[in-house]
T-cell receptor
């Protein structure tokens, strides 16, 4: 069955550093992958979509890569800020949108 | 409205009762999803509606769960004979897929269900 894995442990990082979150998927081949941000008590908010032929996508301080051979996406936040603290969810898309378990990021001032 | 609206925002019920959760998607959005999120957990896919196609019900955990959507409007998620394990936040999301199923999802604030 399809499986999506994200770092289950929280990621703590110093303000100003680059945060890197990992999303691995198995047993299917999504042509698209989305990333979302979720704050406590709120619904997720869309951040980025990357297509299988794009390899890399950037938006302001965010960068996403998509390696269909490794079946992996990396999500980077450069010059991280305390306001970036949240849970980040990846969502590989194959017929429908399903989510990984999310990685909680804590940016320490 | 401007966003996805869900009601009730909070529901406390007794074990064995039926509950109905409602979702008003963004006008014009053809796709609608329901997810369940238990405390501290990720989003668990429940059901997906796309236009007038047959819904993808593959995520419904048991026959106590059902959902309906009329056209591209309101959806209701019904849980019959609730159990304590059904306690969670139920999130609804809608998108305008444009045929590629890649449209960003817009989420509601969720309905928090507590089964005593």
């Amino acid at each position: 069955s399809q499986k999506i894995e994200q770092n289950s442990e929280a990621l703590n990082i110093q303000e100003g550093k680059t945060a890197t979150l990992t999303c691995n998927y198995t047993n299917y081949s999504p042509a698209y992958l989305q990333w979302y941000r979720q704050d406590p008590g709120r619904g997720p908010v869309f951040l980025l979509l990357i297509r299988e032929n794009e390899k890399e996508k950037r938006k302001e301080r965010l960068k996403v890569t998509f390696d269909t051979t490794l079946k992996q996406s990396l999500f980077h936040i450069t010059a991280s800020q305390p306001a970036d603290s949240a849970t980040y969810l990846c969502a590989p898309i194959y017929q429908k949108v399903t989510f990984g378990t999310g990685t909680k990021l804590q940016v320490i001032p | 409205g401007a966003g996805v609206s869900q009601s009730p925002s909070n529901k406390v019920t007794e074990k064995g009762k039926d509950v109905e959760l409602r979702c008003d998607p963004i006008s014009g959005h053809t796709a609608l999803y329901w997810y369940r999120q238990r405390l501290g957990q990720g989003l668990e896919f429940l059901i997906y509606f796309q236009g007038n196609s047959a819904p993808d019900k593959s995520g419904l955990p048991s026959d106590r769960f059902s959902a309906e959507r009329t056209g591209e409007s309101v959806s209701t998620l019904t849980i019959q004979r609730t159990q304590q394990e059904d306690s969670a936040v139920y999130l609804c999301a809608s998108s305008f897929n444009g045929g590629a199923n890649t449209g960003e999802l817009f989420f509601g604030e969720g309905s928090r269900l507590t089964v005593l």
